[in-house]
């Protein structure tokens, strides 16, 4: 079988950190072509992780212009997410975009309608989705054993571990901090869990109440207050048409010691779980409460004949099968759309001290 050739534009971290190294552990890939504005990036990526020959461009445009390239990944910040990955599609190539879909609402609508138009495969990378844990559960609730789950939170926080490289502070480039960053992860995963993509209302907060200080302690070395334009935390309240309810926590730097991200607490009629220990499945069971524990191994995921990945490279695996098998990738654009469209009406509540109703 011919090797699926893939462009990687924005060689950055996430790049180097997921996409790149993931795609390379497949034997039926091959990155041909490497785009950031700093050349220096996009040749080091070449050089690690491209064929021989591969290309190098410092305008996006250039590489999408080759016919030989099938799939992108766009690995920019968020404000370039729509453009790029618009122009990919109407070049003729399948795009996995990097989470979140897009800064706000219309660009991700426009993203989802320029796949239809040309029929091109789009996926966001919701790499959370792959890991052992929430696989597990997702079973658990498509086997209706939760029942039907009404009230959920979608938790990401982080103490004190404010991202202070790249663009990460900068309101204008990402749309916004913790919560379109990391808070993103929580809400997918808990919109899957419940297939509840119809949500009536939400009502948030955002602060910045510790992005103002000097000096101060972080996983990443002391922030510049003056850089820091967006919310250091942000939260969420979020009603879905059929009653049920969400709650949305989200941090970079909190005075909190109950941390963890890219969790999600379930609550149905037969049982819930939580991932804030481990996967936890709690119920009743003959007039007795219990808690259980699944047994899940290690990091890696047990993949077709019991080979191990980590969950990184199981979304580059079946995406890139998605595209060979011509079938829907496990991250519906519609999907990544609605958490998009729930992450700005938080903001826009934030802003306005109103509720935001969804049409």
Same mark, same amino acid.
Not at 95 to 100: Q, S
């Given at each position: 079988?011919?090797?699926?050739?893939?462009?990687?534009?924005?060689?950055?971290?996430?790049?180097?950190?997921?996409?790149?190294?993931?795609?390379?552990?497949?034997?039926?890939?091959?990155?041909?072509?490497?785009?950031?504005?700093?050349?220096?990036?996009?040749?080091?990526?070449?050089?690690?992780?491209?064929?021989?020959?591969?290309?190098?461009?410092?305008?996006?445009?250039?590489?999408?212009?080759?016919?030989?390239?099938?799939? !992108?990944?766009?690995?920019? @910040?968020?404000?370039?997410?729509?453009?790029?990955?618009? %122009?990919? +599609? #109407? =070049?003729? &190539?399948? !795009?996995?975009?990097?989470? @979140?879909?897009?800064?706000?609402?219309?660009?991700?609508? %426009?993203? +989802? #309608? =320029?796949? &239809?138009?040309?029929?091109?495969?789009?996926?966001?990378?919701?790499?959370?989705?792959?890991?052992?844990?929430? +696989?597990?559960?997702? &079973?658990?609730?498509?086997?209706?054993?939760?029942?039907?789950?009404?009230?959920?939170?979608?938790?990401?926080?982080?103490?004190?571990?404010?991202?202070?490289?790249?663009?990460?502070?900068?309101?204008?480039?990402?749309?916004?901090?913790?919560?379109?960053?990391?808070?993103?992860?929580?809400?997918?995963?808990?919109?899957?869990?419940?297939?509840?993509?119809?949500?009536?209302?939400?009502?948030?907060?955002?602060?910045?109440?510790?992005?103002?200080?000097?000096?101060?302690?972080?996983?990443?070395?002391?922030?510049?207050?003056?850089?820091?334009?967006?919310?250091?935390?942000?939260?969420?309240?979020?009603?879905?048409?059929?009653?049920?309810?969400?709650?949305?926590?989200?941090?970079?730097?909190?005075?909190?010691?109950?941390?963890?991200?890219?969790?999600?607490?379930?609550?149905?009629?037969?049982?819930?779980?939580?991932?804030?220990?481990?996967?936890?499945?709690?119920?009743?069971?003959?007039?007795?409460?219990?808690?259980?524990?699944?047994?899940?191994?290690?990091?890696?995921?047990?993949?077709?004949?019991?080979?191990?990945?980590?969950?990184?490279?199981?979304?580059?695996?079946?995406?890139?099968?998605?595209?060979?098998?011509?079938?829907?990738?496990?991250?519906?654009?519609?999907?990544?759309?609605?958490?998009?469209?729930?992450?700005?009406?938080?903001?826009?509540?934030?802003?306005?001290?109103?509720?935001?109703?969804?049409?």
């Amino acid at each position: 079988m011919e090797k699926v050739k893939v462009g990687i534009i924005g060689v950055g971290g996430i790049a180097n950190g997921k996409h790149m190294p993931s795609l390379s552990a497949l034997n039926n890939v091959e990155m041909v072509a490497f785009c950031d504005l700093i050349e220096e990036r996009a040749v080091e990526g070449a050089k690690k992780y491209g064929v021989p020959g591969a290309k190098v461009f410092t305008d996006y445009k250039d590489l999408l212009a080759m016919d030989d390239i099938d799939v !992108v990944h766009v690995c920019t @910040p968020n404000n370039a997410h729509a453009p790029i990955t618009i %122009a990919a +599609l #109407e =070049a003729g &190539k399948h !795009v996995m975009c990097e989470k @979140p879909m897009a800064k706000n609402s219309e660009e991700a609508r %426009a993203m +989802l #309608e =320029a796949a &239809k138009r040309t029929g091109k495969k789009l996926t966001i990378g919701y790499q959370n989705r792959f890991r052992p844990d929430s +696989l597990y559960l997702k &079973k658990m609730c498509e086997n209706g054993e939760l029942g039907e789950i009404y009230l959920a939170k979608a938790l990401a926080i982080r103490r004190r571990a404010v991202p202070t490289w790249g663009v990460f502070l900068d309101e204008e480039k990402q749309g916004g901090g913790p919560l379109i960053d990391i808070g993103t992860h929580s809400l997918d995963l808990t919109l899957w869990m419940m297939d509840n993509y119809k949500p009536a209302m939400a009502v948030g907060t955002t602060y910045h109440k510790l992005g103002s200080k000097e000096n101060a302690a972080n996983a990443w070395g002391s922030w510049d207050p003056k850089k820091f334009t967006v919310e250091d935390s942000a939260f969420g309240f979020i009603t879905f048409e059929n009653g049920a309810t969400v709650i949305l926590e989200s941090s970079w730097a909190l005075n909190t010691l109950q941390t963890g991200e890219a969790m999600t607490v379930l609550c149905g009629t037969e049982a819930g779980a939580d991932m804030l220990d481990g996967l936890r499945i709690n119920g009743e069971k003959y007039s007795k409460t219990y808690v259980f524990k699944p047994e899940l191994g290690g990091k890696g995921v047990d993949f077709y004949e019991g080979e191990s990945i980590t969950p990184a490279e199981l979304e580059a695996k079946m995406w890139i099968d998605s595209v060979i098998n011509d079938t829907e990738p496990l991250v519906k654009p519609e999907q990544a759309l609605v958490v998009t469209e729930i992450l700005e009406a938080i903001y826009k509540s934030a802003a306005t001290g109103k509720p935001v109703y969804f049409k």
